[in-house]
């Protein structure tokens, strides 16, 4: 059964940016990650296996071993734009939750599971400014 076609932005001019409208939702995957995985690279193949130029990471839950102690993954989200992946996560411990950019070589610990959507109409990617940062834009 597919799922219902959801409106996801609206095409409105905003104060300091610009927002983008004309994408659904196609499809959403659920993808289960198992002890070992790269937690990065594991998304990147899922990314590229089912075509998913142009989406998002809704959520995520998880553990990680590759840091200086056992953390657990309260939440991953991002963009997908050009194919590219751009993801922030949230992580507890003993000592506190703790947040950024999720990088290359991040191990899972037990497991991860996480629900990643793909968008059709409007494509988005980034596209460096005059700055060289890189900003989402239509393709």
């Known amino acids: 059964m597919k799922p219902a076609l959801f409106s996801l932005l609206f095409v409105l001019p905003c104060l300091g940016g610009e927002s983008f409208g004309g994408a659904q939702i196609a499809e959403v995957y659920r993808v289960r990650l198992d002890r070992g995985d790269l937690l ?5 193949d899922v990314v590229h296996k089912h075509g998913i130029a142009d989406g998002a990471v809704l959520t995520a839950a998880g553990s990680l071993q590759e840091v200086k102690e056992p953390m657990e993954i309260l939440n991953i989200n991002g963009m997908i734009a050009g194919g590219e992946p751009h993801l922030h996560l949230t992580l507890s411990g003993a000592k ?22 793909k968008f059709s109409g409007t494509p988005l990617a980034r596209k460096p400014n005059k700055d060289g940062v890189p900003l989402l834009q239509r393709q």
Do not use: D
Not at 101 to 115: F, M, N, P
């Open 40 to 44: 990065l690279e594991s998304i990147q």
């Open 96 to 117: 506190g939750a703790f947040g950024g950019h999720l990088e290359k070589g991040c191990r899972v610990l037990y497991r991860a599971e996480l629900t990643i959507a």
